[in-house]
Nanobody, 124 residues
Framework: QVRLVESGGGLVQAGGSLRLSCAAS????????MAWFRQVPGKDREFVAD????????HYADSVKDRFVISREHAKNTVYLQMNNLKPEDTAVYHC?????????????????WGQGTQVTVSS
């Protein structure tokens, strides 16, 4: 059974930082892209960032560009999201996702595996 488990969320003041982790088990995604999305209750899921199989290509939403950094570590089958200079509008549940396709900047429907999410709350 494939599982993605996020961790690292919490409450932080505006301007602070958090580092999210997403550990995959049940299979490896060493040749596949992985991504982070976020969702606020009552709103659509929003793309945050993705990364290709070897970390050589990344893609970010305009709202987080220059503040967030996505990375991955094959040895741990884990993807990370370093979030800096957090803003109240970054408050959301953050989900990681893994695809069985190739490339980066994939449409959301090509991400088959999803984690349960971790809550990030940024106070003003």
């Amino acid at each position: 059974q494939v599982r993605l488990v996020e961790s690292g969320g919490g409450l932080v003041q505006a301007g602070g930082s958090l580092r999210l982790s997403c550990a995959a088990s049940g299979r490896t995604f060493h040749t596949n892209p992985m991504a982070w999305f976020r969702q606020v209750p009552g709103k659509d899921r929003e793309f945050v960032a993705d990364i290709n199989w070897n970390g050589g290509s990344t893609h970010y939403a305009d709202s987080v560009k220059d503040r967030f950094v996505i990375s991955r570590e094959h040895a741990k089958n884990t993807v990370y999201l370093q979030m800096n200079n957090l803003k109240p509008e970054d408050t959301a549940v953050y989900h990681c996702a893994a695809s069985t396709y190739q490339g980066v900047d994939l449409p959301t429907y090509q991400y088959f595996y999803w984690g349960q999410g971790t809550q990030v709350t940024v106070s003003s």
